[in-house]
């Protein structure tokens, strides 16, 4: 979208909207897939079930929401990444694509952390499963 020249705002949206329908996809039928293992999977398959479910949901919220936003602050406010029509640079291509991999390694970390956090706790069952020294 930067190639051609197009504005902020409308390449932060067509880039969101081509995302959508493969991103909903993979939640969707992850999500279906993972359902009746967490419902009766016994006590190992169920903590984890549920904590994929909640991190791919994280997930899809850091993807379709929060990356374009830290992508926006990064251009509009810090100044990071030049957008001023089509890139003719190669240097100045490789350091937006740095720039974003960093946003995208950022994001990914921070739900991670959200996904832990919502399942932190050990399950009960986890005492039967242990083995005595």
């Not at 020249?5 to 493969?22: F, H, K, N, Q, S």
């Not at 509009?76 to 990444?81: A, I, S, W």
């Not at 030049?82 to 640079?89: L, T």
């Amino acid at each position: 979208m930067h190639e051609k020249g197009e504005p902020l705002e409308r390449a932060l949206v067509d880039a969101g909207i081509m995302r959508l329908r493969p991103v909903m996809i993979t939640l969707g039928a992850t999500v279906l897939a993972l359902f009746p293992l967490a419902l009766h999977g016994g006590p190992l398959w169920e903590p984890l079930c549920y904590s994929q479910i909640s991190g791919l949901v994280v997930a899809t919220f850091i993807t379709l929401l929060l990356v374009p936003v830290l992508y926006s602050i990064l251009v509009l406010d810090l100044k990071f990444v030049k957008w001023e029509g089509p890139s003719k640079s190669g240097k100045n291509r490789m350091r937006d694509k740095r720039i974003i991999g960093l946003t995208a390694i950022l994001a990914a970390g921070f739900g991670s952390f959200c996904a832990g956090r919502l399942h932190g706790s050990p399950c009960p069952e986890q005492e039967q499963l242990r083995v005595a020294p």
